[in-house]
């Protein structure tokens, strides 16, 4: 029985070496799964289609445009309140940045 289990113990030492070398390989593999997904096709490689990327930038565009404006209308309340926010956002780039705002309306 003693014989049994050193042969059964050594077994299962084995199948645990084998096993955490490949539970280091599945997190190596996911680590670069996860950053590939994350910063997207290499420059190795070219976008999927052209026509799609650039209507995901027309989307990303878009979403930008309207925090940009809500962003403005924020900060045009809070100057108007004479809030806490409106203090902290005095100075020269904010009235800038508003002026710029009034004269230049973004585009769709």
Do not use: I, T, Y
């Amino acid at each position: 029985q003693r014989e049994e289990r050193e042969w059964h113990n050594a077994r299962l030492r084995q199948e645990n070496a084998r096993l955490r070398l490949e539970n280091r390989r599945l997190r190596r593999e996911n680590r670069c799964l996860f950053r590939q997904a994350l910063l997207g096709p290499g420059p190795d490689k070219p976008p999927a289609d052209p026509g799609e990327e650039a209507e995901a930038l027309r989307a990303q565009l878009g979403r930008l445009q309207e925090k940009h404006r809500r962003a403005l209308r924020h900060l045009r309340r809070c100057r108007a309140a004479g809030g806490p926010e409106a203090s902290e956002a005095e100075g020269v780039e904010l009235d800038e940045l508003l002026l710029e705002a009034d004269e230049q309306p973004l585009d769709k």
